[in-house]
């Protein structure tokens, strides 16, 4: 029977876990048992209760000290084993330094643009509601303001609904006139988002009625810029396009949807002057609790077929389709983007740790007397164990800081190199959760890569290291082996992606944008309507401009129209052939459309097809109209010359075709060309137009003459966003290439590494062999068939890794399908071709440690036996 | 390596009573552990923790050595290991002794303490 008086000792002994084992193999026991006696002696159940708590407070006092007394032992010791053994000390910090470097850099990308939540309350409950029309693929089009109005009003799945679109002011009164991006907002958007002004308020609903929108709220960046912080603005008037505007707040820069607007005011929307076939406002909903997104879209479907029905003419096959807004905001490609470079820079990882393994397996064996004697004078297997792991941490701990410098570097670098216009990169950098995922790392890959090393050199026992100085070995090692395949597999996969990637890059790079954009300088003027109020009014500046900048010497042409090509922005609406609806000859179809001054399509170099470009000569009377060559095959399946016929389009009006040009790609290089329709500048105007000018010199030389010419028709008007046409095709494949090039350092790296591994494995197997080979040769071996022996060893690892490889690379090859433009993800040259370069290195990595074997001579070798 | 006993001082009140306890016999833990009780009244009560962690301090350091043979076989629980106090330690814990002699003599000298009779 128990001694009711007896501790039940269980659990102090589990608390002495909180020991390191050494210290708990020493004393543990002993600790035990000067427990069990006080706590027997004790004369009342208080007194026992006392030495309960006394022990434990103990024990929470006393464990961690001995733990970090242990700790900084073997820190010291490893530091001093890592000094003794510079080479190899080095190339791990650098492997994992620059693994470490990598991953950190792509994870502050991924962290900043896709982890971290919109400044939205609520984000993931925010969608973006995109107008689609299935038939001609259009998928991620602005709806019009009826149509916004009727999704409020009809839609069950949202709390609520706003909408906004984006042009371009100027700002005068105080001080200089300036340039600056506004979004005009209905007043329910920042509300509905959750988004809190810094200073005054949002707008009021009834400032958001026509005749009642003489507000505004401004931007941090604005109240810095232009009225130095003061927060008096509030309350105050200014001039927006010549109209005054009370500042009733101030709104943080980053509004998580927009970066760059500086002006915000009220979309008050006149229904009387709006139609539906206008498609111009952005959509953002609040999903209704209760709701999912299917639900959500499925009541949207039902209002979309309503309004369909009621007004076939303009809404008959439109659809729309929710998107949740972070996925909006970043966008598809790019989220796809960054998910390939996390997952390639943490194979670059894996590859890394697989080669310190390697190395510390190299260097466990050299250590193995070591460990041996270490035992034998009374080590435990677990002390040594969390000695070597200690080794690691510190080994992965100095090459985790200096990764965190070249992460520091690299970040600084990639700021520069990012596209203009990357979403939500405001915040990028070495912040606390990339800090944290860096340190995470570094813990990981030092377990990750020190593991089995260790385990392995701790199971070592003095008999072992005895029989280890005895004869031969098969230099086989299959944890090495297994590692080396590993490694070249990894290897194979990121080499092929980048030479997929690189061959889309460089088609991408050779797509004809269907002009040409050498020699054009463009630069946006936006008419304020308070000093041009009609048509008539911004006619005449640009009826006075464009002679003035033709005549600059150096300008070849120019012209204005309604978009620069590739800027990703546009306009489309239903065209037919025939002069109206009452014509039966063809259904509508969707086009893109531009407003171009005579003299555009000359200065961007489109090629004309048939008939002609626009002449100073044609009226708005004439309606005259050139159309691509797309849309002409469109309009025309039969063959018909659309020269002299007539279209008419959705808002009922009918022009004459008089040229055919050859097909532009507005939407960007890697997209297909729209089938597009140009209006004559005669027939409309918008308030922002785009100047462009052709110069037999340097473009961007022509700058400051541009901005004279305008100045000297008009003072008050700034020109705005001048760049060159070569930068903006350029920004066009800005990401590609940032994409490509992260990844080829990614590739290269590895197969640095995956080489390393296989040459490390065959000049290890040489090492351990040498007493074999010697003998080989003593008995008539020649140095090829020796050579040969090595080498196959080294080569048929190199192959089952390189075979592993390219099975992984068929079977992940859709991940990359929608990055890649007109390569297939299997394309069987890439991966012959490939296959082939990486056989040749792989036999390379062996022959270099290989020539070893043949240099050894066999009789000093035995005699050292 | 030779250690000086000043350069040992001050000790730590635990660390002191260990050896004080250890000054007139060979004890083990539980031993030392009530002979400090005992001595200072229970002001002062080793946990076994505090009591392990000085007494690893103080092998490491050379001031105690453990015994390979228990002094008291017979009665004694042949588990228990038994420490001693090695030449280095006992002239440690007499620095240490003198170190609060001068203090205490000096506390007289101020008028802190009554003189002595």
Redesign the interface.
């Known amino acids: 029977m128990r001694n009711p008086q007896k501790p039940n000792s269980a659990l102090f002994r589990a608390l002495l876990w909180l020991y390191p084992a050494d210290?708990r193999d020493?004393?543990g026991?002993?600790?035990?048992?000067?427990?069990s006696?006080?706590y027997c002696a004790a004369s009342s159940g208080g007194e026992r209760l006392r030495i309960c708590f006394?022990?434990l407070?103990?024990?929470l006092?006393?464990?961690p000290?001995?733990q970090l007394s242990t700790l900084s032992q073997d820190v010291r010791y490893a530091l001093r084993t890592l000094s003794k053994t510079p080479s190899f000390s080095f190339t791990a910090v650098v492997t994992l330094a620059l693994a470490i470097g990598a991953t950190t850099v792509i994870f502050s990308l991924l962290h900043a643009m896709l982890l971290r939540p919109l400044p939205f309350q609520n984000p993931q409950r925010i969608v973006r509601i995109f107008n689609t029309f299935q038939k001609l693929g259009i998928t991620n089009f602005t709806a019009s303001v009826p149509d916004f109005v009727s999704y409020q009003q009809r839609a069950r799945g949202f709390t609520e609904l706003g909408g906004f679109t984006s042009r371009a002011v100027t700002l005068t009164g105080d001080g200089q006139p300036d340039h600056a991006e506004a979004t005009v907002i209905s007043a329910n958007l920042v509300p509905m988002l959750g988004i809190q002004p810094l200073l005054g308020r949002a707008f009021l609903p009834e400032e958001d009625k026509p005749g009642h929108a003489q507000v505004a709220m401004i931007s941090e960046g604005l109240f810095e810029r232009r009225y130095g912080r003061d927060a008096a603005i509030v309350g105050r008037t200014i001039r927006v396009d010549g109209h005054a505007h009370t500042v009733v707040g101030v709104l943080p820069q980053q509004m998580g949807f927009s970066s760059k607007a500086e002006v915000w005011l009220p979309l008050a929307p006149d229904l009387a002057k709006e139609n539906r076939s206008n498609h111009y406002l952005s959509v953002l909903a609040r999903l209704k609790p209760g709701f999912s997104l299917q639900g959500a879209q499925a009541d949207l479907n039902r209002v979309c077929s309503e309004l369909g029905k009621e007004f076939p003419g303009s809404n008959g096959g439109w659809g729309a389709r929710l998107v949740p807004a972070l996925d909006w905001v970043v966008g598809r490609k790019l989220q796809t983007s960054l998910w390939v470079l996390i997952s390639s820079v943490g194979l670059l990882l894996l590859v890394a740790c697989a080669n310190i393994a390697n190395l510390l397996l190299t260097r466990a064996s050299a250590r193995r007397e070591e460990m041996s004697v270490r035992m034998a004078l009374g080590a435990s297997r677990a002390r040594l164990l969390r000695q070597m792991l200690t080794e690691n941490l510190v080994l992965a701990t100095i090459g985790g800081c200096a990764g965190l410098l070249l992460a520091a570097v690299g970040l600084a670098g990639l700021q520069k190199l990012l596209p203009v216009g990357t979403p939500r990169v405001d915040t990028l950098g070495l912040d606390s959760p990339v800090l944290l995922f860096a340190l995470a790392i570094t813990f990981a890959t030092s377990i990750l890569f020190g593991l089995a090393p260790a385990w392995l050199a701790s199971r070592s026992t003095l008999n072992s290291a005895l029989r280890q100085s005895g004869r031969t070995h098969s230099g086989r090692n299959p944890l090495r082996q297994s590692l080396v395949v590993g490694q070249m597999a990894i290897a194979t996969v990121l080499v092929i992606g980048t030479a997929l990637l690189l061959q889309s890059l460089a088609r991408l790079q050779d797509s004809q944008p269907g002009f040409r954009p050498d020699h054009v300088l463009v630069a946006s003027i936006s008419l304020p309507e308070g000093k041009y109020p009609t048509q008539d009014h911004a006619a005449a500046f640009y009826r006075r401009l464009l002679p003035e900048v033709q005549a600059l010497p150096g300008v070849t042409s120019a012209g204005v129209a309604s978009m620069t090509p590739i800027s990703g922005d546009d306009t489309s609406m239903t065209v037919a052939a025939g002069p109206g609806p009452s014509q039966p000859q063809e259904k509508p179809r969707q086009a893109s459309w531009r407003i171009i001054s005579p003299g555009a399509m000359e200065t961007l170099g489109v090629k004309l097809v048939r008939g002609r470009f626009f002449s100073q000569s044609d009226t708005p009377d004439q309606k005259p109209m050139v159309i691509s060559e797309g849309l002409a095959r469109r309009l025309w399946p039969d063959g018909t010359d659309p020269l002299q016929q007539q279209v008419h389009l959705g808002n009922g009006q009918v022009f004459n075709i008089v040229g055919i040009v050859g097909d532009v790609r507005h939407a960007g290089l890697a997209e297909e060309p729209p089938a597009t329709m140009y209006m004559h500048s005669s027939w409309y105007l918008w308030p922002t137009m785009v100047l462009m000018v052709r110069t037999s010199g340097d473009p961007l030389a022509m700058a400051g003459p541009l901005r004279e010419a305008v100045r000297r028709i008009d003072p008050d008007q700034p020109l705005f966003a001048v760049r060159t046409m070569s930068e903006i095709v350029a920004a066009d494949t800005a990401q590609p290439r940032l994409r490509t090039g992260l990844m080829a350092a990614f590739a290269l790296l590895a197969l640095i590494l995956g080489a390393l591994g296989v040459s490390g494995v065959v000049a290890y197997g040489v090492a351990r062999r040498s007493r074999e080979l010697a003998l080989r040769m003593a008995l008539g071996a020649t140095p090829g068939q020796v050579q040969g022996s090595v080498m196959r060893t080294g080569g048929s690892l190199a192959l089952l890794g390189l075979a592993v490889g390219l099975a992984s690379a068929l079977g992940l090859g859709r991940f990359l399908s929608s990055l890649l433009y007109q390569v297939q993800p299997n394309d069987p040259v890439t991966f012959s071709a490939i296959g082939a370069t990486l056989l040749v290195v792989s036999l390379l990595a062996c022959w270099v440690p290989s020539r070893r074997a043949v240099r050894i001579d066999p009789a000093a070798s035995l005699r050292n036996e | 390596m030779e250690y000086r006993a000043d350069s040992f001082l001050p000790l730590h009140k635990d660390t002191f009573h260990i050896l004080v306890s250890l000054a007139d016999r060979d004890r083990h833990g539980y031993s030392i552990m009530q002979d400090v009780q005992q001595r200072t009244a229970g002001k002062l009560r080793l946990s076994p923790s505090t009591l392990y962690a000085a007494i690893k301090r103080l092998l490491e350091q050379g001031l105690i050595e453990e015994l390979a043979e228990r002094p008291d076989a017979d009665h004694d629980d042949e588990r228990r290991r038994y420490y001693r106090l090695t030449e280095l330690g006992r002239e440690v814990a007499q620095a240490e002794a003198r170190r609060m002699e001068q203090l205490l003599a000096d506390a007289r000298a101020c008028g802190l303490l009554p003189q002595e009779a």
Do not use: C, N, P, Q
């Not at chain 1, 026991?29 to 427990?35: A, D, G, L, T």
């Open positions: 210290f020493e004393y026991r002993e600790m035990s048992m000067v427990f006696d006080r006394e022990a407070t103990g024990v006092k006393e464990a000290r001995e």
